[in-house]
């Protein structure tokens, strides 16, 4: 009865040392109630009512902040590719935009996702991870008109920002995962192209439990 009080005291008053009390009480008699099941029934009851109460409170405690994700950079001349998470805390089945930024060093360009000629290789970028997710359409810009050798060319350079749909699977389990992006591209200059590319990083995070 002493403990179911405590705990009782621990509610109304919002101090937890009452509940510490109740269950070092409840722990000091463990042996006593697995002796003797039948005739320690209160003191079964106060155990039920501390593990119920710790439910309670974990499902009242609030969600986690959703912080977001440090920005993760890789680079190859002359391209540097920024990604970055709206959040490092994501769940199954949950929807976001990760943030893509191409940086084209001056001088240089990229044949944009869809350029004029078939034989150029267009920029694109495909997502995978360590949780089951999905990239949904990507919606690229259109490409800058540039006049080279008598030809018009759809380019990119400068600054490129991307917004790549992602969704987590259902099936995602909790806890560190990763997600995986991948850049493709051709990178020219005024008079010659290099030999086609691409750029990867890993952005880090963290699956949590579905509800």
């Given at each position: 009865?002493?403990?179911?009080?405590?705990?009782?005291?621990?509610?109304?008053?919002?101090?937890?040392?009452?509940?510490?009390?109740?269950?070092?009480?409840?722990?000091?008699?463990?042996?006593?109630?697995?002796?003797?099941?039948?005739?320690?029934?209160?003191?079964?009851?106060?155990?039920?009512?501390?593990?119920?109460?710790?439910?309670?409170?974990?499902?009242?405690a609030p969600e986690p902040t959703l912080?977001?994700?440090?920005?993760?950079?890789?680079?190859?001349?002359?391209?540097?590719?920024?990604?970055?998470?709206?959040?490092?805390?994501?769940?199954?089945?949950?929807?976001?935009?990760?943030?893509?930024?191409?940086?084209?060093?001056?001088?240089?360009?990229?044949?944009?996702?869809?350029?004029?000629?078939?034989?150029?290789?267009?920029?694109?970028?495909?997502?995978?991870?360590?949780?089951?997710?999905?990239?949904?359409?990507?919606?690229?810009?259109?490409?800058?008109?540039?006049?080279?050798?008598?030809?018009?060319?759809?380019?990119?350079?400068?600054?490129?920002?991307?917004?790549?749909?992602?969704?987590?699977?259902?099936?995602?389990?909790?806890?560190?995962?990763?997600?995986?992006?991948?850049?493709?591209?051709?990178?020219?200059?005024?008079t010659s192209c290099l030999a086609p590319?691409?750029?990867?990083?890993?952005?880090?995070?963290?699956?949590?439990?579905?509800?």
């Amino acid at each position: 009865m002493a403990s179911l009080v405590l705990l009782r005291l621990a509610d109304l008053t919002g101090n937890e040392s009452y509940a510490e009390y109740a269950e070092k009480t409840l722990r000091l008699l463990v042996p006593w109630m697995e002796r003797a099941p039948y005739g320690t029934d209160t003191l079964m009851l106060a155990t039920a009512r501390y593990f119920d109460r710790m439910e309670e409170r974990r499902a009242a405690a609030p969600e986690p902040t959703l912080e977001a994700s440090e920005p993760v950079t890789a680079q190859k001349h002359p391209v540097t590719l920024t990604a970055t998470l709206p959040q490092s805390r994501v769940g199954p089945r949950e929807e976001f935009d990760l943030a893509v930024l191409l940086e084209i060093a001056d001088g240089w360009h990229i044949n944009s996702h869809s350029p004029r000629q078939d034989f150029l290789v267009p920029t694109s970028v495909e997502v995978a991870g360590s949780v089951a997710v999905t990239a949904g359409e990507i919606s690229y810009p259109a490409g800058r008109k540039l006049s080279l050798v008598g030809d018009t060319l759809s380019v990119y350079d400068g600054r490129v920002e991307l917004a790549v749909p992602v969704a987590v699977g259902a099936d995602a389990a909790a806890g560190p995962a990763s997600l995986a992006l991948r850049l493709r591209f051709q990178a020219c200059d005024s008079t010659s192209c290099l030999a086609p590319d691409q750029l990867e990083l890993t952005l880090p995070l963290h699956i949590v439990a579905a509800r």
